[in-house]
């Protein structure tokens, strides 16, 4: 383990990266040579101090950049040839990597054709943003995949995990039935040859995965195509349990491994983690900056929070740091997220369902007993009974953390809350959550982009769908309208649509984070148009955002959203 107090001494730093170089030349070619051709190694490790000297040296703006650039020969022989070339006095860092490596090139900016609706824009988008990649060249971070596949936009390159299920709700609204078939193809994929979902389809990505929404996707489809689907994805939707609940069969009370803890009470919950505790290849820079300005703190733990905060979606956050000021304080390892356990909660649901419609009845049964068992652990521990909202568990504390977020309306979201509570979580969000332009992330204004004011396509729809689910109709409406005025003033501004909006006003993208306000964007593009059906009837649908918000009766709702 690096020594925090090494990051202040840049020679001994510089110097140890030398040596264990010299060290990686000697075992890579064995490591190498006893690895199965489909893993992946992350560039960082590839390349060493070479992949470690060029994000120091702030080559380019965006550290993702060199993370996704590609070697143009074997990365030991580049190595090799850095560790002679780079104490010449005329070395040049730059011309070396262009020499070396072939980069991302900059997509050309999307121009919309004059006169296009909002619903238009969007159809139009879908060709645009698709990619194939179903070769990849051995030394490239993208790990290919057997279908085509619909990206985000801007600096993502490729696909993610928990963004695609938001992005094919989109895609099943434009009839694109097949893109989500062929999405669905793909994470089973994933699960079948690493496992799990990883974050997205890059080797840097595969120590962690996102929110398991795979459960949602295979339903999606299965509404579409029938119950096959459920049969057919049985396997990979039980692998994908097992991957977030290993560990869990030897755990006492009190303790935790990986990606799943023992309360005191007994309860089994989950949680988010990394595998790795080392800074994140693509934004390897400011991760080593966060450990050096926190030198009370095991660099380590610093990364592997880091790490395990991007596996939630919500990087960066408040929700996981002691001082909302300090992102050194992350210890997102050391609680239990109200969203990751309802997630996981549908997950159970899910293969329950699977397994009667494949005739077994016995598998059925115990996993709707696992889904009532987190169910009540989730009651138990999970609810701020002072607040009145649902929240995270801290490890630490031993205590339900006061925060409220947007995290709160998943238990709506997939049914898993009690109607009283599920009145209570409705009244903290009209009170504190829904603000002019949508569901704001956070009630804290950090500076991080998954804090206040920004909001976030999916969890608007995750608190439309979930407050509709429990009668909550008006205040359903309210997130939907205010969030798709945001959107379409916006498009009407500035024709394109973004990953994030600031909910404080209507009109205006997020800010706040690691990187600059990217367009595009495909989860922010499937909510909408799912949205634009909320807000018309359906035998008169819309292209754009209606004159006048519909009246909706506060009562209970004649037919609950579709999830």
């Given at each position: 383990?690096?020594?925090?107090?090494?990051?202040?001494?840049?020679?001994?730093?510089?110097?140890?990266?030398?040596?264990?170089?010299?060290?990686?030349?000697?075992?890579?070619?064995?490591?190498?040579?006893?690895?199965?051709?489909?893993?992946?190694?992350?560039?960082?490790?590839?390349?060493?101090?070479?992949?470690?000297?060029?994000?120091?040296?702030?080559?380019?703006?965006?550290?993702?950049?060199?993370?996704?650039?590609?070697?143009?020969?074997?990365?030991?022989?580049?190595?090799?040839?850095?560790?002679?070339?780079?104490?010449?006095?005329?070395?040049?860092?730059?011309?070396?990597?262009?020499?070396?490596?072939?980069?991302?090139?900059?997509?050309?900016?999307?121009?919309?054709?004059?006169?296009?609706?909002?619903?238009?824009?969007?159809?139009?988008?879908?060709?645009?943003?698709?990619?194939?990649?179903?070769?990849?060249?051995?030394?490239?971070?993208?790990?290919?995949?057997?279908?085509?596949?619909?990206?985000?936009?801007?600096?993502?390159?490729?696909?993610?995990?928990?963004?695609?299920?938001?992005?094919?709700?989109?895609?099943?609204?434009?009839?694109?039935?097949?893109?989500?078939?062929?999405?669905?193809?793909?994470?089973?994929?994933?699960?079948?040859?690493?496992?799990?979902?990883?974050?997205?389809?890059?080797?840097?990505?595969?120590?962690?995965?996102?929110?398991?929404?795979?459960?949602?996707?295979?339903?999606?489809?299965?509404?579409?195509?029938?119950?096959?689907?459920?049969?057919?994805?049985?396997?990979?939707?039980?692998?994908?349990?097992?991957?977030?609940?290993?560990?869990?069969?030897?755990?006492?009370?009190?303790?935790?491994?990986?990606?799943?803890?023992?309360?005191?009470?007994?309860?089994?919950?989950?949680?988010?983690?990394?595998?790795?505790?080392?800074?994140?290849?693509?934004?390897?820079?400011?991760?080593?900056?966060?450990?050096?300005?926190?030198?009370?703190?095991?660099?380590?733990?610093?990364?592997?929070?880091?790490?395990?905060?991007?596996?939630?979606?919500?990087?960066?956050?408040?929700?996981?740091?002691?001082?909302?000021?300090?992102?050194?304080?992350?210890?997102?390892?050391?609680?239990?997220?109200?969203?990751?356990?309802?997630?996981?909660?549908?997950?159970?649901?899910?293969?329950?369902?699977?397994?009667?419609?494949?005739?077994?009845?016995?598998?059925?049964?115990?996993?709707?007993?696992?889904?009532?068992?987190?169910?009540?652990?989730?009651?138990?521990?999970?609810?701020?009974?002072?607040?009145?909202?649902?929240?995270?568990?801290?490890?630490?504390?031993?205590?339900v953390r006061n925060q409220l977020t947007a995290a709160a309306l998943f238990?709506?979201?997939?049914?898993?809350?009690?109607?009283?509570?599920?009145?209570?979580?409705?009244?903290?969000?009209?009170?504190?959550?829904?603000?002019?332009?949508?569901?704001?992330?956070?009630?804290?204004?950090?500076?991080?982009?998954?804090?206040?004011?920004?909001?976030?396509?999916?969890?608007?729809?995750?608190?439309?769908?979930?407050?509709?689910?429990?009668?909550?109709?008006?205040?359903?409406?309210?997130?939907?309208?205010?969030?798709?005025?945001?959107?379409?003033?916006?498009?009407?501004?500035?024709?394109?649509?973004?990953?994030?909006?600031?909910?404080?006003?209507?009109?205006?993208?997020?800010?706040?984070?690691?990187?600059?306000?990217?367009?595009?964007?495909?989860?922010?593009?499937?909510?909408?148009?799912?949205?634009?059906?909320?807000?018309?009837?359906?035998?008169?649908?819309?292209?754009?955002?209606?004159?006048?918000?519909?009246?909706?009766?506060?009562?209970?709702?004649?037919?609950?959203?579709?999830?």
């Amino acid at each position: 383990m690096i020594r925090p107090d090494l990051h202040r001494q840049r020679p001994v730093f510089l110097a140890m990266q030398i040596a264990l170089g010299g060290a990686l030349l000697t075992l890579l070619p064995s490591v190498y040579a006893a690895e199965p051709q489909n893993i992946r190694q992350s560039p960082d490790v590839v390349l060493g101090p070479l992949f470690s000297d060029v994000q120091s040296a702030k080559l380019f703006p965006d550290q993702k950049t060199f993370a996704d650039a590609i070697p143009k020969g074997d990365p030991l022989m580049i190595l090799a040839d850095y560790r002679m070339q780079r104490t010449q006095t005329s070395f040049d860092l730059r011309h070396f990597v262009n020499v070396n490596f072939e980069l991302p090139k900059e997509g050309e900016t999307y121009v919309p054709p004059e006169g296009q609706s909002l619903r238009e824009h969007i159809d139009g988008l879908w060709p645009v943003l698709t990619r194939t990649t179903d070769q990849a060249s051995r030394w490239d971070s993208l790990l290919p995949l057997p279908k085509p596949y619909v990206v985000p936009g801007g600096r993502f390159r490729e696909v993610y995990y928990w963004d695609s299920y938001f992005t094919m709700l989109g895609l099943a609204e434009s009839g694109h039935w097949d893109k989500v078939e062929d999405m669905v193809a793909n994470f089973a994929w994933e699960i079948d040859n690493w496992g799990h979902i990883p974050n997205g389809n890059r080797s840097y990505y595969l120590s962690r995965s996102q929110p398991p929404f795979f459960a949602f996707m295979v339903e999606l489809l299965a509404s579409e195509k029938g119950d096959e689907v459920l049969k057919n994805y049985l396997p990979q939707l039980e692998k994908e349990y097992q991957y977030w609940m290993d560990g869990a069969d030897g755990l006492q009370n009190g303790q935790a491994n990986k990606r799943v803890v023992k309360l005191d009470d007994g309860s089994v919950l989950n949680r988010y983690w990394d595998d790795k505790d080392t800074p994140r290849p693509e934004s390897w820079l400011d991760d080593v900056t966060t450990a050096r300005n926190n030198p009370n703190r095991p660099a380590t733990d610093i990364y592997r929070d880091l790490r395990s905060a991007a596996a939630s979606g919500w990087d960066f956050s408040s929700r996981w740091m002691d001082d909302p000021r300090q992102l050194g304080t992350i210890r997102t390892t050391s609680i239990v997220p109200i969203d990751l356990n309802a997630l996981m909660f549908k997950l159970e649901k899910v293969i329950a369902r699977a397994s009667q419609a494949s005739g077994d009845s016995a598998k059925a049964q115990k996993f709707e007993a696992l889904a009532m068992a987190r169910q009540k652990a989730m009651e138990a521990n999970l609810w701020n009974d002072k607040e009145g909202w649902y929240a995270d568990y801290d490890l630490k504390t031993k205590k339900v953390r006061n925060q409220l977020t947007a995290a709160a309306l998943f238990p709506l979201y997939v049914n898993a809350a009690a109607r009283d509570r599920a009145d209570k979580v409705a009244s903290a969000t009209q009170a504190h959550l829904l603000k002019p332009g949508g569901l704001t992330t956070t009630t804290v204004n950090s500076g991080q982009q998954w804090d206040a004011p920004n909001g976030w396509a999916p969890l608007q729809w995750v608190a439309t769908a979930g407050l509709k689910n429990y009668d909550q109709q008006k205040l359903a409406m309210d997130v939907t309208w205010r969030f798709l005025s945001n959107v379409q003033h916006t498009w009407d501004r500035e024709k394109k649509l973004v990953e994030k909006y600031d909910v404080s006003t209507t009109g205006t993208g997020g800010g706040g984070g690691e990187y600059p306000l990217q367009d595009g964007f495909g989860w922010t593009n499937g909510v909408t148009l799912s949205m634009l059906d909320l807000v018309c009837p359906k035998e008169n649908p819309c292209d754009s955002l209606p004159a006048t918000q519909p009246v909706v009766d506060a009562g209970p709702a004649q037919q609950k959203v579709a999830q």
